[in-house]
């Protein structure tokens, strides 16, 4: 069954200290992996994808993420997380038809100052 | 640069009644969605059209239809709401590597 896991429901960190929300997938063959994140109110924006190439993947707002394939895992990173950095975050891969992206359930990000 | 455009942005609908949500974007894109987001859920595919003429179901299609006459629209409709349907729902079309862009969101409750 393909699949997405962000285990943490919430990750709170310190304003200029490196954050890191996990997240694991299951789907048969290569993956095609996404983050968006979410402003209140707001729609999803997109942050960074993996299709294929380098495992480190650089995205929008300096973050980036570490595709794994061994443990089948996408973490999002930054290495200085801001205040404006908290939303909800979003972890998805494509689905095996290639139709529809399946979604983690998201984690809240809480930067403090 | 519009992108995708959803409106209404929240609306209140009493149980039974019937309304569409309309989704529109100017980027091109064949493909077009609609998910459904929910607490402790994340977002789950209601419909999508792979290009005008051409629907198909997703994970959550009960109680909403959907058509595809030109690829600029894809309108979801509800056809008789209930309380289980109270959700954000998000409409999205994808463009080139696969990236699919959202819209800002439709709030609807069903009381």
């Known amino acids: 069954a393909q699949s997405v896991a962000q285990p943490e429901d919430q990750v709170n960190v310190a304003e200029g200290n490196p954050l890191t929300v996990k997240c694991t997938y299951s789907?048969?063959?290569?993956?095609?992996l996404f983050w968006y994140v979410q402003y209140p109110n707001r729609g999803l924006q997109f942050l960074l994808k993996?299709?294929?190439?380098?495992?480190l993947v650089k995205g929008s707002y300096g973050f980036e993420a570490e595709f794994n394939k061994s443990q089948t895992s996408f973490h999002l990173k930054k290495p200085s997380a801001l205040v404006s950095d908290s939303a909800l975050y979003f972890c998805?891969?494509?689905?095996?038809?290639?139709?529809?992206?399946?979604f983690g359930k998201g984690t809240t990000l809480s930067v403090s100052s | 640069n519009a992108g995708v455009t959803q409106t209404p942005k929240f609306q209140v609908l009493k149980t039974g009644q019937s309304m569409t949500l309309q989704c529109a974007q100017d980027?091109?894109?064949?493909?077009m969605s609609w998910y459904r987001q929910d607490p402790g859920m994340g977002l789950r595919l209601i419909h999508y059209?792979?290009?005008?003429?051409?629907?198909d179901q997703g994970e959550v299609p009960n109680g909403y239809n959907v058509s595809r006459s030109t690829t600029e629209d894809f309108p979801l409709r509800l056809l008789s709401a209930a309380p289980s349907q109270t959700s954000v729902y998000f409409c999205?079309?994808?463009?080139?590597?696969?990236?699919?862009?959202f819209g800002e969101g439709s709030w609807l409750t069903v009381v």
């Open positions: 980027m091109n894109h064949e493909y």
């Open positions: 999205a079309s994808r463009g080139p590597g696969n990236t699919i862009y």
């Open positions: 059209s792979v290009g005008a003429g051409i629907t």
């Open positions: 789907v048969s063959g290569n993956p095609y």
């Open positions: 993996y299709i294929t190439g380098d495992n």
């Open positions: 998805a891969v494509r689905d095996q038809a290639g139709t529809a992206l399946i």
